[in-house]
């Protein structure tokens, strides 16, 4: 069935430094990839998305690829501070279903 | 824009009750997803609708589940009986709309509703 892994499942970073998360789907017919920041207690919110037309697409800090032929695809967060500390969902969905399935989230914490 | 509202947001109650969750959509919205959040298995979805009808019930983990969409600005997730294993965040989100062949749209998330069942 559909399925979508998130690595790694916890990542620590210096402010300042990056971090990369990255997601591998199963279903070939994927194409729309968001991510969703959740802080502690709060619900997902999007903070950035890709269509399997593009490869990339970038929203100042953070940035996503999508290589559709490996079928993965990864968040980069440049500069990072402390308030991008949260937990980050990527999420696969495709035209047949509509639905989206999460991968099981990578819990990002930045030191100060 | 009042965004995704769910309510009750805290809930507690005792084995065997029966615990009703509501959403109301994004005005306009047409697809509407509830989701479960536990440590153990994630974000699962549970059930979506479009345009009031429901599409895919294939999360529902039991019979004690049900849920109905009664119009396009409401929706419930019922638990009957509960059991303490139902504890979880279940969230509502909704989406603009979703057609068949067409790409997916932006799923927008309630705050939830935080579940104990004792």
């Known amino acids: ?112 | 824009d009042a965004g995704v509202i769910q309510s009750p947001r805290h809930e507690v109650t005792e084995m065997g009750q029966e615990v009703t969750l509501r959403c109301k959509p994004i005005s306009g919205h047409n697809s509407l997803f509830w989701y479960r959040q536990t440590m153990m298995r994630g974000l699962e979805l549970l059930i979506y609708f479009n345009n009031n009808v429901p599409i895919d019930d294939s999360g529902m983990p039991e019979d004690r589940f049900s849920a109905k969409m009664p119009n396009a600005s409401f929706s419930t997730l019922k638990i009957q009986p509960s059991e303490p294993r139902d504890s979880a965040v279940y969230f509502c989100a909704s989406s603009p709309g979703y057609s068949g062949g067409a790409p997916p749209d932006t799923q927008y998330f309630g705050p939830g509703t935080r579940l104990t069942v004792l």
Do not use: M
């Open chain 1, 1 to 112: 069935g559909e399925n979508v892994e998130q690595h790694p499942s916890t990542l620590s970073v210096q402010e300042g430094d990056s971090a990369v998360i990255k997601c591998t789907y199963s279903d070939s017919a994927s194409n729309y990839f968001p991510w969703y920041k959740q802080e502690l207690g709060k619900r997902p919110q999007l903070i950035i998305d890709i269509r399997s037309n593009v490869g990339e697409k970038k929203d100042q800090r953070i940035a996503v690829t999508l290589n559709k032929t490996a079928k993965h695809f990864s968040l980069h967060i440049t500069e990072t501070q402390p308030e991008d500390s949260a937990v980050y969902f990527c999420a696969a969905s495709n035209s047949n279903t509509g639905k989206l399935i999460f991968g099981q989230g990578t819990t990002l914490q930045v030191k100060p």
